[in-house]
């Protein structure tokens, strides 16, 4: 199911990366006093009274040499376009300010849920500062302090009451849903429309075409399948024009869907950092990955090409080991029949569950070829080991001391499990527990 999206917004220097670090209890944003320090659009997963929500530190984003004004304006634009609910953050110390009441008549026309924060109220003696901000217009102001944490709990209460309820999932089990993200007009709906043998989705080499995630059903020797198509983002304005930024949440909605995703690149123009920053986000999601390189036609090539360009894949997607790479052309159809039965292949492993017979045995020779680990003396001892879940396999190693399971060891065990089994696609999970005597 498809987590609501929560975007904070306001002017600079309100404290909305100090409120967003809070929420998903990390320090993921940079903080410091001083305006612009967020340097880009920051994603995370939230969580409150067992709602899953996806949050949005839109926190000054620089597009250039606009006024302070005008990126306000496109930052809330972007809020509005992606989000369920707004957080919309204003400094109670300062009071309301000209760009505050910009963003709050955009907002208030969106018709979309906002709710009004308002940061740096840090002691009931302030909260005499709040009644002026009623006339934003936007609702009740709800007290809050970034930097101490206070508030925030009645702030998310009002946020989870305006979430979506829970919908169920209308594609059965056995039916493997296949996500294709990438950056824009790297021939994502080009793909879809060759696998499916017509012209399902619009293509067009305006990066930006697909304005939504398109679900695609269809059947293939016996196979159910759907193809969940996403796109960039991209309409007037400087903000839509730097489409590499504002994709990541569409592709962000269609993982937590899918079984196997399709990072597609293009072949032409190469590796650029937003692929990392999408691929990482399959990765994090636990899903199985394919990475197809697509107009794989117009490359010139010689014997040592795709193994030239299949290397600087695995040097730049290093946590992308285990994927299979294709390279294809959707266009000429080249190499386009390896994909489905590639696709099935890497499904099935990313279900595969392993005998925990089977398991311990495996485990146990790994560790009498590569003995584990030691510390001041003590050695890590693994007593044995069980499969917890499946998408993606999860093991849980119960040690005598967890702390002695040193990563690079870990890496280790991954690997022998790997050697062993199927799990070409799809990321393993390995998590280490004491056993109690």
């Keep these: 199911m498809t987590k609501p999206v929560v975007a904070i917004v306001g002017r600079p220097n309100v404290g909305k990366s100090t409120i967003f670090n809070r929420i998903v209890g990390e320090r993921i944003a940079i903080v410091e006093d001083m305006p612009g320090v967020t340097r880009d659009r920051l994603y995370s997963k939230g969580e409150w009274l067992n709602r899953d929500f996806n949050l949005i530190d839109t926190g000054g984003i620089e597009l250039g040499d606009e006024p302070l004004l005008v990126q306000m304006r496109e930052q809330a634009e972007l809020a ?42 840090d002691n009931p003696q302030m909260r005499e500062e709040l009644y002026e901000f009623y006339s934003l217009g936007i609702g009740e102001p709800y007290p809050i302090s970034g930097a101490h944490g206070l508030g925030l709990g009645d702030l998310l209460d009002a946020v989870v009451e305006h979430f979506p309820p829970d919908e169920e999932e209308v594609y059965d089990e056995e039916t493997i849903r296949i996500s294709l ?11 879809v429309n060759a696998l499916l043998g017509e012209d399902r989705v619009i293509v067009s080499n305006i990066p930006g075409t697909t304005r939504d995630a398109i679900d695609t059903p269809f059947t293939k020797d016996d196979q159910k399948y759907v193809l969940i198509d996403t796109a960039g ?205």
């Design 181 to 191: 993200i990438g950056r824009p007009n790297v021939g994502k709906s080009s793909l």
């Design 233 to 437: 983002m991209r309409k007037r304005g400087k903000v839509y024009e730097a489409t590499e930024k504002y994709s990541v949440l569409r592709s962000l909605k269609a993982i937590e869907r899918s079984k196997v995703v399709l990072i597609v690149i293009n072949a032409e123009e190469g590796i650029i950092e937003q692929d990392k920053k999408i691929a990482g986000y399959a990765h994090e999601a636990g899903r199985a990955v394919i990475i197809v390189v697509n107009k794989w036609d117009t490359v010139v090539k010689d014997d040592k090409t795709m193994k030239n360009f299949e290397q600087k894949i695995r040097d730049e997607f290093l946590f992308l080991s285990y994927a299979p790479v294709l390279f294809l052309s959707a266009k000429t159809k080249q190499r386009l029949q390896f994909v489905l039965p590639k696709v099935n292949e890497v499904a099935e492993n990313h279900t595969l569950r392993v005998p925990t017979h089977v398991l311990n045995d495996v485990v146990m020779d790994a560790v009498a070829m590569n003995p584990t680990p030691t510390d001041k003396g003590k050695r890590l001892r693994i007593n044995y080991v069980t499969q917890v879940a499946v998408s993606p396999p999860t093991f849980v190693f119960f040690v005598n001391e967890p702390e002695l399971m040193h990563f690079s060891y870990q890496r280790f065990l991954e690997n022998r499990l790997r050697a062993t089994f199927e799990f070409e696609g799809t990321p393993i999970k390995i998590l280490t527990r004491k056993k109690n005597d």
């Design 80 to 121: 509005i376009k992606e989000a369920e609910v707004i957080i919309f953050i204003v400094n109670g110390k300062e009071g309301i300010t000209a760009a505050d009441q910009e963003v709050a008549k955009l907002l208030f026309r969106s018709k979309k849920p906002v709710i009004l924060g308002v940061n740096k109220i």
